[in-house]
Structure formats: structure tokens, C-alpha cells
């Protein structure tokens, strides 16, 4: 592989303009498919094989037109000190502010609180539930509006008004975390390669990347029926890909210039090793997002696999666009000492060097020091409670989250989380009994505050029931009693006839958190497992890859630890600005462990296959560890930096999730770049010497030698002009 990718580096090079000019034609048509493409379709989350969208799927079939899927807010009145919401004025006020609404755009239907029977026993507490035609994200600017205007409208007449519900989601405030990050990426790359040329670079690619990955999403996003969101986790993996592959090329050019070789053979080798480390660091990449299939959410696939697209992009520019790019900007790479020659070449050590050796030499303590602070740090995780985020989640200074609490107060905490339970009598001999059968059994479970009256089609064969827990719908109560339901379904079908189903929003919450609970450990075993594979192959060693699979799942286990400790159990919540403590977004682990796994892999890789290379080169197992770091570290640290930079911007963001996603990534590349890769691989490697390069002689024969060291290159190339005048092989700090 070295071998060829040396060729394509070369030719890239050699061959700039065409190059470059390709690239520029794949974004301008990338681009204007985008422009022209028909609007991408709204998020369609369903959950194949849940009892919660099976129900969900009955209701379609057996109340056509009934847009159950649609929007929906309840606006929440509460008269002010002691008075009640049937009083004279106050009841003008509410039946004035549900005229109003009447006239919002996209609406369906809106119920008067007073002949709907939403008005609470003491008086105090009213709602209306406005439906719409149209799902949460075609929700627009005007309707928010609307809704906002009609509830201001009710606090001027001196009611206490506030809105929840799906209508009233938008795009959480991110504030300027994409700006900040992309401006903290380049002064670290400045302060590492000291040079804007070489700076610039990454930054540059790596926005092409996104950008053709992006607009080809979008472009397709009608015929491949990605939604809106498919974007967004492309967008994340893709810039921090895209900033690692190039650095790690960009940095391979420069050190190949300071041994002497022209700018076409300097190139060549860096696409050849640094390419090489690329590819196989992209691969891990690939497997661990497509791997995300396995959980069968249609929309968590469909979002991994555009994501590993732009990742393929990423890897196809760093392999041609960077050597070319490179061509143009020839020895400007270089700083303006080196050029003109006033650099010493072998100062003194560089600290990542110094580092090194401090490791091997202590390498014992350090190994046990690092293990039992990411031990401590994952000690959380097993009290962590997953699940899905609804209104009472949010931060309380929002109208949903005081829309919660009213309703909570006013009516009882499950009301905010009801169960719908349906009752398909297609099969039965008298549905209407066995509607009334099945609610008077469910009424008499526990924790059942109220069930309402059987809802039936116009067939009369499917009736519905809402159920109102007597606790709030993230209680581990309000799952029990979805579990007891669902467990009765036998019996009810024994009695009835009629099969009893349990959905809503609450029950579908559940659901979700079950199975990805139930996807984690076959995900973790596929991506690891296909990764082990792999970095057997790159690094010809069954213990290398084996020690970068047992350390990233430390390093995730203590980010998921860390995560637990501040949003769950409400730990530094004042200082990262958490207003709300919870259960850990389901989709956190998984989407965590996605990104992170790749990240974690591209610095193995770069490092360990530094290391590889000097192994394989002649050098004793130490110094071998300690050439990767001269030759690594700096670019490797560069990189955590910047991508800590980047996701922790997100901490700033309005919305809870965002805020905690961006958390647990920024910490868990911080664990796993400083901690596992800087500090646990060292030693562990200084620990096991040569047996850690150790392959049985049946597998060494059995696996392809794709040569990501370049030893071929080594053995078929001429040595550099300095090599040959110094007589020997010198490690450059870059």
C-alpha cells in the first residue's frame, strides 16, 4: 500500500492544477445539486420492531386522517394568587387567548378547555391542546409567533400563561462554538507548525471536505431520504477528521523537506507512511459509524452513513488534495528559520520527547496512576440511568419547562407523560366490551391515576385509551407500569379477543432507551472486534491492538463516568451552566462511543505507527516508543486540542442534550489523547518490549503485509541527501 499511495502522493503533486481543479469542479457540482435538490424530507423517527410503533402504525391504518403524528402544544393557564380560571375575567381571558389561536397558521384543531374538561379539580390550573397539520420540524417562524403572541396576550390580562409541546421545538442556540472552534484550531495549528501556509492548510481541506460531504447530502437527501439531521453528525466527524488526516500529513511533508528531499519526493513519502496511516485510521472510522446500523433506528443509520461518506471524502483529500495543495505552497511549509537555514536541526529534545522517556523510564507508576484516575473517573457509570428528553428536561427559566410544571402541579406528574393504550377488536366478538374490559383492569393496576373513556374509528373495531400515570413520565414507576400492561396483553386476549398495545410518547421514550441499551454491547463487540482485525493487520502485533481496544474503553467508561457525575448527579452542574439534572440522553453512549472510537484510533495509528516504523527500522523497543513521540506527539496533542476546543463550544448551547454531548466528547478525547495514548501506551509498550510487535507465524502468513511503515519505500528509494551525508538516520523534531 505504501508503494502506491507514494505514487498517487507523487502524481498529486506533479499533477497540482488538474488536482485541485477536480476537487473545485466536485464542490461546484456538489453544490449546485444542493441548490437544485428538492427539499430534504422532515425527520421520520420510527423504531421497527417496538410494540410502541406497531401501535403507532395500527392508528395510521385505523383512524386515517386522524395526523397522529403531527404537532401538538398545550398552552397552560394559571390564575394568579388563590383565583380560580372559571372565575368571570379570567375565563374571558382564556376563552379570548383560545379564539386567537384559532387563527394560527398550520393549525388542525384547538379545544376549549372548558367543554373539553382540561380545567383542574381546584380550579386553578386550565389547558387548551393545539393540533396541527403538519409534523415539529415544518413548524415555521409565523406559528411560533402566533403561539407567542396569543400567550403574551393572556399574561397582559394577568394570567400566569405558559406552551410546551412539540410545536414549539427549534433549533437549539449553538452561539458562535463552530466560529470559536475553527479560530482555536488555527492558532494551535499556528503555534504547531509555525507557519500560516502550513497552518492554513488543514483549516482549508478540511472545510472542503465537510463542504462536498454537506452539499452531497443535501443533494440526495429527496432520493435517499436523508433528513435535515443526517447532516449534523457529518458535519461534526467530518471537520474533525478532516483537521487530523491533514495535519498528519502536512507534518510527514515537513519532516521529509528537513531531511533534505525535493518538495515531489517530500510528498510522495508523506501520502506513502503518513497516507498510509490515514487510510487504515479512516477505515476504523467507517466501520465504527456504519457499525451504528446495528442498533435498526432507520434514522441513526441513515445518519452514520452519511457521516461515514464525508469521512471517505475526508480521507480521498488528505490522499490527493494535500500534495498538491502542498506543490503549490512548496518550501513556505517550512518556517521562515528553517528556509533560510538558521534552524538547528537536532536542538534539544522536544518536550512530547522528554515525555517519552520520562514514561519508559517510570513506566510502572505512570501505567497505574493513569488506570486507577480513569478507573475513578468511570466509577459513575454504573448508576447511570438512561433516557429520552421531554419538556420537563429543559432549562426552567424556559416556557416549556414552566408549561411542565403547571400542568405537573395542577393535574399530577404523570400527566405530563400519558400512556396511549390501543385496543385492536378486529378479531373479537365485541370490541366495545373488550374496550371497556381492558380499561377497568388497567384502572385498577398501580400507579394508574385515570384512564379515560374508549376512543373507537368509524369502524368501531380499535379503540383507544389514554392512561395518566400517577408518577412522571421518567420514573422507573410510569416504565414498571408500561411493562405490567404490556405483560397483561395475553390475558386481555384470552378474555377479549382483542389484542392491547401501549404507545405514546412515553411508551415509545421506553422503547427507544431499551433498545439501544440492548444495542450497546453488540455495537461495542462489532467496532472493536472488526478494529481489532484491522489494527492487526497495520501494526503485525496481537498485543498492540488488543491495548488500544482495552484503552479506549477506559477512556469512554471514565467520559461516561464524568458525564453521569455532572448531569445526572448534578456535580460542577453551576459552572458548566447544567440548570437541569436527569437521566443521560439514550442516544448519548452510542453516539459517544461512535466519534470517540474514531478519533481514539486516528491518534493510535499515527503514533503507534511512528513507533512501528522505528521498530522496524532497527531501533530497540524504547526507543522506538520514544522516536514515535518525537515524531508524533506534537501533532497528536495539537489535534486533541483542537477537537476539545471544538466540542467543548457546545457546552455553551441552550439545549441540555447539545450541552451534554458536547461535554462527554470534549472530555473523552481529553482522557483518551493525554491519558491513554500519551501516557498508558508508552508504558505499556516500554513494559512489553519486543513482544509487543510479537505475531504467531501462522497469522503473520495469513494476513496481507500492506506496509504502513514504508519499509518497502525504505528498501526501494534512495536516502535522503542528509542521511547519506551523515552516515546515519537522525529523528527530527517537526
Given amino acids: 500500500?505504501?508503494?502506491?499511495?507514494?505514487?498517487?502522493?507523487?502524481?498529486?503533486?506533479?499533477?497540482?492544477?488538474?488536482?485541485?481543479?477536480?476537487?473545485?469542479?466536485?464542490?461546484?457540482?456538489?453544490?449546485?445539486?444542493?441548490?437544485?435538490?428538492?427539499?430534504?424530507?422532515?425527520?421520520?423517527?420510527?423504531?421497527?420492531?417496538?410494540?410502541?410503533?406497531?401501535?403507532?402504525?395500527?392508528?395510521?391504518?385505523?383512524?386515517?386522517?386522524?395526523?397522529?403524528?403531527?404537532?401538538?402544544?398545550r398552552m397552560v393557564f394559571k390564575a394568579p394568587g388563590g383565583q380560580k380560571v372559571t372565575a368571570g375575567e379570567n375565563k374571558a381571558a382564556v376563552e379570548k387567548v383560545v379564539g386567537e389561536l384559532r387563527h394560527t397558521p398550520q393549525r388542525a384543531t384547538v379545544a376549549d378547555p372548558y367543554t373539553a374538561g382540561t380545567v383542574s379539580k381546584d380550579g386553578s390550573t386550565a389547558y387548551t391542546t393545539v393540533t396541527f397539520q403538519v409534523k415539529s420540524t415544518e413548524i415555521t417562524d409565523a406559528t411560533h409567533t402566533a403561539i407567542e403572541t396569543a400567550a403574551q396576550h393572556g399574561r397582559d390580562a394577568g394570567l400566569d400563561v405558559e406552551a410546551g409541546g412539540t410545536a414549539l421545538q427549534a433549533s437549539p442556540s449553538t452561539g458562535n462554538s463552530e466560529a470559536i472552534g475553527i479560530g482555536i484550531a488555527a492558532v494551535v495549528l499556528l503555534l504547531t507548525f509555525g507557519s500560516l501556509v502550513a497552518a492554513g492548510l488543514p483549516l482549508l481541506t478540511a472545510i472542503m471536505g465537510v463542504g462536498v460531504g454537506i452539499a452531497s447530502i443535501t443533494a440526495l437527501a429527496s432520493t435517499l431520504g436523508l433528513s435535515s439531521t443526517s447532516s449534523t453528525l457529518a458535519s461534526m466527524i467530518g471537520l474533525a477528521v478532516g483537521i487530523d488526516y491533514a495535519l498528519f500529513i502536512v507534518s510527514r511533508h515537513r519532516h521529509e523537506l528537513m531531511e533534505g528531499r525535493d518538495g515531489e519526493e517530500a510528498a510522495g513519502r508523506a501520502v506513502g507512511t503518513a497516507g498510509s496511516a490515514v487510510v487504515f485510521a479512516g477505515l476504523t472510522v467507517l466501520i465504527a459509524l456504519a457499525g451504528l446500523s446495528v442498533v435498526n433506528i432507520p434514522m441513526l443509520t441513515k445518519m452514520g452513513l452519511a457521516a461515514a461518506a464525508t469521512v471517505a471524502v475526508a480521507v480521498l483529500i488528505a490522499l490527493t488534495l494535500i500534495p498538491a495543495l502542498l506543490g503549490f505552497a512548496g518550501p513556505k511549509v517550512l518556517t521562515r528559520k528553517v528556509r533560510k537555514g538558521r534552524a538547528a536541526a537536532h536542538g534539544k529534545p522536544s518536550m512530547g520527547t522528554r515525555w517519552a522517556r520520562l514514561v519508559v523510564r517510570r513506566r510502572v507508576p505512570f501505567l497505574v496512576a493513569a488506570v486507577v484516575a480513569l478507573g475513578l473517573a468511570a466509577v459513575p457509570v454504573t448508576g447511570m440511568q438512561l433516557g429520552l428528553p421531554d419538556d420537563g428536561s429543559q432549562p426552567v427559566s424556559t416556557t416549556q419547562r414552566k408549561a411542565y410544571d403547571m400542568l405537573s402541579d395542577g393535574f399530577g406528574p404523570g400527566f405530563n407523560g400519558p400512556l396511549m393504550v390501543v385496543v385492536d377488536g378486529a378479531h373479537s366478538d365485541s370490541p366495545k366490551a373488550a374496550a371497556q374490559e381492558v380499561k377497568q383492569k388497567i384502572s385498577a393496576f398501580a400507579d394508574v391515576k385515570t384512564v379515560t373513556e374508549p376512543s373507537f374509528n368509524a369502524t368501531a373495531d380499535t379503540a383507544t385509551l389514554t392512561v395518566v400515570p400517577a408518577s412522571k413520565p421518567s420514573s422507573a414507576q410510569t416504565e414498571d407500569l408500561v411493562h405490567v400492561i404490556r405483560g397483561h396483553s395475553g390475558d386481555f386476549e384470552k378474555t377479549t379477543g382483542a389484542e392491547v398495545l401501549v404507545t405514546g410518547t412515553t411508551a415509545m421514550n421506553i422503547d427507544v432507551s431499551q433498545r439501544l441499551d440492548d444495542a450497546l454491547v453488540p455495537y461495542l463487540v462489532l467496532v472493536v472486534g472488526l478494529a481489532f482485525l484491522l489494527l492487526m493487520v497495520v501494526f503485525r502485533s496481537v498485543l498492540v491492538p488488543l491495548k488500544a481496544a482495552?484503552?479506549?474503553?477506559?477512556?469512554?467508561?471514565?467520559?461516561?463516568?464524568?458525564?453521569?457525575?455532572?448531569?445526572?448527579?448534578?456535580?460542577?452542574?453551576?459552572?458548566?451552566?447544567?440548570?437541569?439534572?436527569?437521566?443521560?440522553?439514550?442516544?448519548?453512549?452510542?453516539?459517544?462511543?461512535?466519534?470517540?472510537?474514531?478519533?481514539?484510533?486516528?491518534?493510535?495509528?499515527?503514533?503507534?505507527?511512528?513507533?512501528?516504523?522505528?521498530?522496524?527500522?532497527?531501533?530497540?523497543?524504547?526507543?522506538?516508543?520514544?522516536?514515535?513521540?518525537?515524531?508524533?506527539?506534537?501533532?497528536?496533542?495539537?489535534?486533541?486540542?483542537?477537537m476539545i476546543s471544538v466540542f467543548a463550544g457546545f457546552i455553551g448551547s441552550s439545549e441540555s442534550m447539545i450541552k451534554m454531548m458536547g461535554f462527554g466528547l470534549a472530555i473523552a478525547v481529553a482522557f483518551d489523547a493525554f491519558i491513554v495514548r500519551m501516557t498508558i501506551v508508552p508504558a505499556v509498550l516500554a513494559l512489553l518490549g519486543r513482544s509487543a510487535w510479537w505475531l504467531p507465524r501462522r497469522l503473520d502468513r495469513a494476513l496481507p503485509n500492506v506496509d504502513v511503515e514504508g519499509e518497502q519505500l525504505r528498501k526501494n528509494l534512495a536516502p535522503s541527501p542528509r542521511a547519506a551525508d551523515e552516515g546515519e538516520r537522525e529523528p527530527v523534531v517537526v
Fill in 1 to 73: 500500500m505504501a508503494t502506491f499511495l507514494y505514487k498517487l502522493g507523487r502524481f498529486a503533486f506533479r499533477r497540482r492544477r488538474y488536482v485541485v481543479l477536480v476537487w473545485i469542479a466536485l464542490l461546484a457540482l456538489a453544490g449546485v445539486g444542493a441548490a437544485t435538490a428538492p427539499t430534504a424530507p422532515a425527520d421520520n423517527f420510527t423504531v421497527p420492531g417496538t410494540e410502541a410503533q406497531k401501535a403507532f402504525d395500527l392508528l395510521h391504518e385505523r383512524f386515517p386522517g386522524s395526523n397522529a403524528d403531527g404537532a401538538s402544544t
Fill in 550 to 642: 482495552l484503552g479506549f474503553l477506559l477512556s469512554v467508561l471514565a467520559a461516561l463516568g464524568a458525564v453521569v457525575a455532572v448531569f445526572q448527579w448534578g456535580w460542577l452542574s453551576g459552572l458548566l451552566g447544567v440548570e437541569q439534572t436527569g437521566p443521560i440522553m439514550s442516544m448519548m453512549p452510542i453516539f459517544l462511543i461512535g466519534v470517540v472510537f474514531g478519533l481514539a484510533m486516528d491518534y493510535e495509528v499515527f503514533l503507534v505507527t511512528r513507533m512501528r516504523e522505528a521498530y522496524v527500522h532497527g531501533e530497540t523497543p524504547g526507543q522506538a516508543v520514544v522516536t514515535g513521540f518525537t515524531h508524533g506527539a506534537r501533532v497528536v496533542s495539537a489535534a486533541a486540542v483542537i
